[in-house]
T-cell receptor
Framework: NAGVMQNPRHLVRRRGQEARLRCSPM?????VYWYRQLPEEGLKFMVY????????ESGMPKERFSAEFPKEGPSILRIQQVVRGDSAAYFC?????????????FGSGTRLTVV | AQKVTQAQTEISVVEKEDVTLDCVYE???????LFWYKQPPSGELVFLIR??????QNEISGRYSWNFQKSTSSFNFTITASQVVDSAVYFC??????????????FGKGTKLSVIP
């Protein structure tokens, strides 16, 4: 029973390029959360999605960032025109339901480096 | 607004010593969950414990123990007889319903524990 799979594990992009981070939730999980860990900071919530719906994007930067969770396939966090400040570790977590009592399982993260 | 404070930025102990990592949280909600996660040097997030606000019973799991005190809004984590493999960054987190439809986690900034052989 595979856990939450994130790929790539490491991603290097030049300034101005696009970054696509993928997250495959655990089998049977239809809820996905994305978090960002900036250097020297704790993790910050970005967005919460259910299949085909964005439920809470209160933590997403207003520009250049978007997320989706299609009916088929992984959840994608997309960063357009990356800048050095986007360099961070991005974690996704999946859950089987809406309540926190269902628990969270985190993936191993994607480390984005913008050069 | 909710907040989690981990006042200890870094701690160093010698192997076999006991160490306590402090966590203080703030929330006006009466229903919430508290978590501890471990982030070893390899970078992944390892779940350690989840505790709901109605369960103040302390918990022990092997060398790990947790002390939840609602009166002081604290959820401290103790490692007994520390080992080098315990070296990691430890995060305390608080979860409650955001109002925008999610149970997002609010993390503290983490405590980096170094266990010296």
């Amino acid at each position: 029973n595979a856990g939450v799979m994130q790929n790539p594990r490491h991603l290097v992009r030049r300034r101005g390029q696009e970054a696509r981070l993928r997250c495959s939730p655990m089998k049977g999980h239809s809820h996905v959360y994305w978090y960002r860990q900036l250097p020297e900071e704790g993790l910050k919530f970005m967005v919460y999605l259910q299949k085909e719906n964005i439920i809470d994007e209160s933590g997403m930067p207003k520009e250049r960032f978007s997320a989706e969770f299609p009916k088929e396939g992984p959840s994608i966090l997309r960063i357009q025109q990356v800048v050095r400040g986007d360099s961070a570790a991005y974690f996704c977590a999946s859950s089987p339901g809406t309540g926190i009592g269902n628990g969270y399982t985190f993936g191993s993260g994607t480390r984005l480096t913008v050069v | 607004a909710q907040k989690v404070t981990q006042a200890q930025t870094e701690i160093s102990v010698v192997e076999k010593e006991d160490v306590t990592l402090d966590c203080v949280y703030e929330t006006r909600d009466t229903t919430y969950y508290l978590f501890w996660y471990k982030q070893p040097p390899s970078g992944e997030l390892v779940f350690l414990i989840r505790r709901n606000s109605f369960d103040e019973q302390n918990e022990i799991s092997g060398r790990y123990s947790w002390n939840f005190q609602k009166s002081t809004s604290s959820f401290n984590f103790t490692i007994t007889a520390s080992q080098v493999v315990d070296s990691a960054v430890y995060f305390c987190a608080l979860s409650l319903f955001s109002g925008a439809g999610s149970y997002q986690l609010t993390f503290g900034k983490g405590t980096k524990l170094s266990v010296i052989p």
